[in-house]
């Protein structure tokens, strides 16, 4: 008697295969976002950031995992959003934020260069400053 993959009964639930119940509407890359963010927390870069969750930390954080990803200006930085997971990870709304929100954001983040320099030099980190 061959029993049939397609169908099964399991204390009394139908069990289907996912292909029949589930459809896929999006897919989206996710590793490469996943793995450049635990890096980023392991060496507690965003705490030396902003120890308090911010948006603007959020911003700054997503500015730099798109640059390890794919390099782009500013503009192309909120399109590419769309193309990974990295914006719903960071909680960042791509409706919402534009190129004139991620320059506000490195303002902010400016005014708080020299607090995480020390702050990456006690936790032996190198800063390329190059000419200010």
Known sequence: MKKSLEF??????????AQSALEIIRSRPHGHV???????LQLGLEQMISR????????????????IIVPRSKLGTTREWN???LAEELNIDTKKEDAD??????DWLLKRQSRIEQKGTSKNLIFNTRDR
């Open 52 to 67: 308090e969750l911010c948006r603007q930390r959020d911003l700054v954080l997503a500015m730099i995992v798109q640059r």
């Open 101 to 106: 929100l991620l320059y506000a954001a490195m």
């Open 83 to 85: 193309n990974t997971t």
């Open 8 to 17: 099964h009964k399991l204390s009394g639930v139908d069990l289907v295969p």
């Open 34 to 40: 996943d793995a450049i963010l635990r890096a980023i």
